[in-house]
């Protein structure tokens, strides 16, 4: 099993910057793809951003792409999202996640962390 723990969410002024951390324990983090998701009020949970294994291949949701970097250390065992130029939209709770497989499908992902809840001001 995987255990991921997220941190550094907060509350932040539109147009600012927070950089998410997803911790892992329990089996090689190397070896799993990475993803970052989130949920806000009464909508769905969506993807966001994921990683392969090896840091390659990031892959983006649209309404984040440019602003949003994913990136990994394994060393580490952590993987991060940095977040620029927050628009009140990206308030939701953000999880990460741990899968086989580098896609943008919940269900594809085995393992999830508890959440950490982003809040952009206007």
């Known amino acids: 099993q995987v255990q991921l723990v997220e941190s550094g969410g907060g509350l932040v002024q539109a147009g600012g910057s927070l950089r998410l951390s997803c911790a892992a324990s329990g089996r090689p983090f190397s070896t799993y793809t990475m993803g970052w998701f989130r949920q806000a009020p009464e909508k769905e949970r969506e993807f966001v951003a994921a990683i392969t294994w090896s840091g390659g291949g990031p892959d983006y949701a649209d309404s984040v792409k440019g602003r949003f970097t994913i990136s990994r250390d394994n060393a580490k065992n952590t993987m991060y999202l940095q977040m620029n130029s927050l628009k009140p939209e990206d308030t939701a709770v953000y999880y990460c996640?741990?899968?086989?497989?580098?896609?943008?499908?919940?269900?594809?992902?085995?393992?999830w962390g508890q959440g950490t809840q982003v809040t952009v001001s206007s």
């Open positions: 996640a741990a899968g086989t497989l580098r896609t943008r499908l919940e269900s594809t992902y085995v393992y």
